[in-house]
T-cell receptor, first 117, second 118 residues
Framework: AQSVAQPEDQVNVAEGNPLTVKCTYSVSGNPYLFWYVQYPNRGLQFLLKYITGDNLVKGSYGFEAEFNKSQTSFHLKKPSALVSDSALYFCAVRDIRATGTASKLTFGTGTRLQVTL | GAVVSQHPSWVICKSGTSVKIECRSLDFQATTMFWYRQFPKQSLMLMATSNEGSKATYEQGVEKDKFLINHASLTLSTLTVTSAHPEDSSFYIC??????????????FGEGSRLTVL
């Protein structure tokens, strides 16, 4: 079974400061990892993904995430937060060996990011 | 990027009626679509996996006869909430997997549909 943990329900950051949203995962094999963002009453928007290659992945809107296999983590980061980054962030994982209906993404519980002036 | 259109965005209906929500992949073919339900301030709950031309696979605890899913073409899946009741009020989100991205599993999401049952 695969699972994702986002230990923080909410992260508060001042605008201009760096931000980190934490994510750890558990899969039997190697993971595909994703970050999505959700604004109020909207669907999820893709931010970035780790498939293979460089452990540091750069995505949309200046976000990046670092894959750490030994710590089974995929934390989302941004060097300088903006008020407009305030939203709900979801981490998701999929075991690369899974096929068919088992190949669904498993989402974390979400972390609400609040960026203030 | 790949676009998924979900319609309607908002729907209000009377208790006992049925409501259909459509999910369309606009610029790619989606062999697999997923339907989620999201309660306020909570994560996504996967309801079912919809495969084109075959029956949907429902998650444990999801009533098949209550939530009818049809995936008749490679670009359209529908979710019908039958005999809706107030407890069915929720935010429903669909997602689609581009057949070219089958290996990575990346999903593209619709904008969601907020259902309110009076």
């Amino acid at each position: 079974a695969q699972s994702v943990a986002q230990p923080e329900d909410q992260v508060n950051v001042a605008e201009g400061n760096p931000l980190t949203v934490k994510c750890t995962y558990s899969v039997s094999g190697n993971p595909y990892l994703f970050w999505y963002v959700q604004y109020p009453n909207r669907g999820l928007q893709f931010l970035l993904k780790y498939i293979t290659g460089d452990n540091l992945v750069k995505g949309s809107y200046g976000f990046e995430a670092e894959f750490n296999k030994s710590q089974t983590s995929f934390h989302l980061k941004k060097p300088s937060a903006l008020v407009s980054d305030s939203a709900l962030y979801f981490c998701a994982v999929r075991d690369i060996r899974a096929t068919g209906t088992a190949s669904k993404l498993t989402f974390g519980t979400g972390t609400r990011l609040q960026v203030t002036l | 990027g790949a676009v998924v259109s979900q319609h309607p965005s908002w729907v209000i209906c009377k208790s006992g009626t049925s409501v259909k929500i459509e999910c369309r992949s606009l610029d790619f073919q989606a062999t697999t679509m997923f339907w989620y339900r999201q309660f306020p301030k909570q994560s996504l709950m996967l309801m079912a996996t919809s495969n084109e031309g075959s029956k949907a696979t429902y998650e444990q605890g999801v009533e098949k006869d209550k939530f009818l899913i049809n995936h008749a073409s490679l670009t359209l899946s529908t979710l019908t909430v039958t005999s809706a009741h107030p407890e069915d009020s929720s935010f429903y989100i669909c997602s689609a997997r581009d057949w070219r991205e089958t290996n990575t599993g990346e999903l593209f999401f619709g904008e969601g549909s907020r259902l309110t049952v009076l």
